[in-house]
């Protein structure tokens, strides 16, 4: 049944792939959906308050629960067309062809989009006051390591360093979402958040820019899984705005807010693959519209 819904797909337009791919790797996504629940477990009310209130992921603090539906994402690439680059997904559906750029993306989560990362230079001849004082030594620090110091809440009474923890923890969790022990943070996450600079850093443009690029270097592939970094959350909430006709057995819009990815709640964490293939995928009486 499976390989019949990918083979209609196939012939129904022309694909980036050339070929259709010989198994269906599993989909593994990093995106903590509990972020904001063990943020409050390992905060004191007043920190967790601070987190909320007075960094550049305020908004976002408030999002519902949206799962990550990694079907709904495998079928939007069984969908995608040439012409897909890095500034740009292109999937066609219902004859309607649909272009998911870091515009799109901005309008989504509401994180700053601009390309001007250049701008963030710090010393890195100084030792980092985070990775000097809670890790040792200069050195490469994975994500299971922050992960590990968070979850033992090694900052102790000082409250400062709490909230640094909780941004630097957010961060790599739900917007640059990755494989924990293979992963090394960037030097320049830990100056951000200790300088205070991180308000004003580009996480958008740096979420899309690694969401596109797995997203094109693993699923052309035939392999046993391919994995899902930066953001996948955006692009799959983008595809829910783009539906006419979404299905209220997978999602519920249930607000209209700025930005949009706080209207979403999932209802199914997995649906198969052949179920959005006959509902939100359909080729007819299927309106798609752009964002």
Known sequence: MMSKIIHAFFQAVKFLGKREPTRIPHMQCYTNIEVMKVLATKLTSSQYKEFCGTTCFAQLSSIRRCHVQAQLIRCMFLREIEGSSKDAILIQVNGTTLRFTIRDFAIITGL??????????????EP???????FGVEKAITKSQLVEKFDNKVWGDNDDDAVKFAILFYIHSFILSEEPTSTVIDRKDFDLVESGRYIDYPWGKKAFDLLILHLHTKIKHDG????????????????YECCSNFDEEIVVKVSHHIPRILNWKTKKDFPRLSYFAKGMFRDD???????
């Open 112 to 125: 700053k989009c601009s390309d001007n990362e250049k701008d963030f230079v710090f010393n890195t001849e």
């Open 128 to 134: 980092n006051k985070i990775i000097l004082q809670y």
């Open 224 to 239: 046993k899984y391919f994995r899902l970094y930066g953001f996948p959350l955006a692009l799959q909430v983008w595809f």
């Open 285 to 291: 009486n299927n309106l798609i519209r752009t964002v």
